[in-house]
């Protein structure tokens, strides 16, 4: 149509123009040999004629590349830049297919290169643990990645366009933006939100990106949860506290009693055989503390490469029995051992442990239970678990405690549990124990009424399973 056009166009022109040339010079001939006229009009019909076959044979054979130029063009121009212009003449077309094609290869490779650097953006903001948050001159949110929404309790589709204080309300955030955009340097700081209740510690990272001219810098956070590893840190400050409370103790009472003996009381027999008495209960303690702390050290390193074996519920309790009869008797206490009915007769375990664990349970409710009344452990499945209880009828445990009664040198009434002999580290190893088997453990106690704990160990999915069940 391109080409059909401007032909027309031409040849109007040339027409005219000859025309026009024609009844003038005809007109002067005619002013002086009006015989001449007729030939002068054949002779520029003629002219026109052949001019216009020229230029009809020349546009011809450049009318069909030209169709195809504006053909691949339109299909570029639409986004498919897969069509190659080949064309062979004249020069000029063929050098402008030519640029035509490599630009759009030059085009499709960028465009390729794009898409690729914005997936693997994508995947890496994806992956991040840590909250990335782009936000404009005036504080709105550009963009978000998944931790990010997770941390706002907000999709991205809802969060973009927001301003941060919409979605997330903190005062020191604020001011640690406007410190970044006033000194225009990286800066870091860990700040402390508030989250149902608890404390959240972020570490913020910010920094400012280019832009353009007219408009304000945007600017990069980079939010990452330091929660857990202040708790961990709380948590060795506290253990190191705890033990060197628990060492001082024992280490002072030695020291003063060692002392006391040199002084003159070793010449006294019954203070003599007094203090060494005390003397050796608290080198006991000292050792029983260091015991402790050896197995909860050797059941963190080997968690998961424990050795299991297949032992029946049987021996386990008939060990338990043999461990704790006598310390349940001195008291008066009734150390009954059950395994209900349907429960598998064996389980794969490591034997050592799980008497560990069930003597460390079983010690405690001797301890904390009243002359006269019973310590009850049972065995029994639930599902693809075996299940120990160990109940007791003591002054059971207040609700506000039961989540750190786990923890290393955590006690409820500090004073008793140290008169009766303990570590504070027994109900730790129980729980490390039941996690070295992919297990847990767990609490049911009301005050006045006793406690119950609960050791939940997985079966083996092994086939030899089935063939003992």
């Known amino acids: 149509m391109f080409v059909n056009r401007s ?6 022109t040339t027409f005219i123009l000859f025309l026009s040339l024609t009844l003038l010079g005809s007109f002067l001939v005619y002013s002086i040999r009006p015989a001449l006229v007729w030939g002068l009009i054949l002779q520029g019909t003629l002219f026109i004629l052949l001019n216009s076959l020229l230029l009809i ?68 903001l994806k992956g991040m643990t840590e909250a990335v948050i782009l936000l404009d001159g005036k504080e709105r949110i550009k963009r978000m990645n998944h931790a990010a929404e997770a941390l706002a309790n907000l999709p991205a589709r809802e969060g973009v366009g927001k301003k941060l204080s919409e979605v997330i309300s903190s005062d020191d955030l604020c001011k640690f933006i406007q410190s970044v955009r006033r000194s225009e340097d990286i800066q870091e700081q860990t700040l402390v939100f508030s989250s149902e209740g608890k404390n959240r510690y972020l570490q913020v990272h910010g ?51 060692v002392e006391t003996l040199k002084e003159g009381a070793l010449q006294d027999p019954v203070q003599s055989v007094r203090f060494l008495s005390i003397i050796e209960n608290q080198t006991l303690r000292l050792h029983a503390l260091i015991e402790d702390l050896l197995s909860l050290s050797r059941l963190e390193q080997a968690e998961t490469t424990i050795r299991k074996e297949w032992v029946s519920l049987p021996e386990i309790f008939s060990e338990l029995q043999t461990l704790q009869a006598t310390k349940a008797e001195e008291k008066h206490i009734q150390l009954r051992l059950e395994i209900q009915q349907g429960t ?28 006269g009344s019973e310590v009850v452990v049972t065995a029994f499945s639930i599902g693809r678990e075996i299940c120990f209880t160990v109940r007791d009828t003591g002054p059971g445990i207040p609700r506000e405690e039961q989540s750190r009664i786990f923890e290393r040198f955590y006690r409820v009434d500090k004073t008793r549990s140290r008169s009766l002999g303990g570590t504070g580290l027994g109900l730790a190893i129980v729980k490390h124990i039941a996690l070295a088997h992919g297990g847990t453990v767990s609490l049911e106690s009301t005050p006045g009424e006793g406690s119950t704990f609960i050791l939940r160990i997985p079966e083996s999915s092994s086939p030899e399973t089935s063939s003992r069940s």
């Open 57 to 124: 044979s020349l546009l011809k054979e450049w009318e069909r590349p030209l169709t195809q130029i504006l053909r691949v063009a339109e299909r570029y121009a639409q986004g498919d830049l897969e069509p190659i212009l080949r064309i062979k003449n004249p020069y000029e077309l063929r050098v402008l297919g030519e640029t035509l094609t490599w630009m759009a290869k030059e085009l499709k490779n960028r465009i390729e290169t794009i898409a690729l650097q914005r997936n693997e953006l994508e995947g890496i």
């Open 344 to 371: 598998h007769e064996a389980v794969y375990v490591n034997p050592l442990l799980i008497v560990q664990a069930l003597v460390n349970l079983v010690d405690n409710a001797i301890k904390y239970s009243d002359p």
């Open 207 to 257: 920094s400012l990106l280019p832009s353009s001219k007219e408009e304000e810098s945007n600017l990069l956070l980079v939010l990452n949860d330091v929660t857990r590893l202040k708790q961990l840190e709380e948590m060795r400050k506290d253990f190191v506290a705890n033990v060197s409370h628990e060492l001082r103790t024992p280490i002072t009472s030695i020291l003063g009693f």
């Open 7 to 12: 032909l027309v166009r031409y040849l109007y």
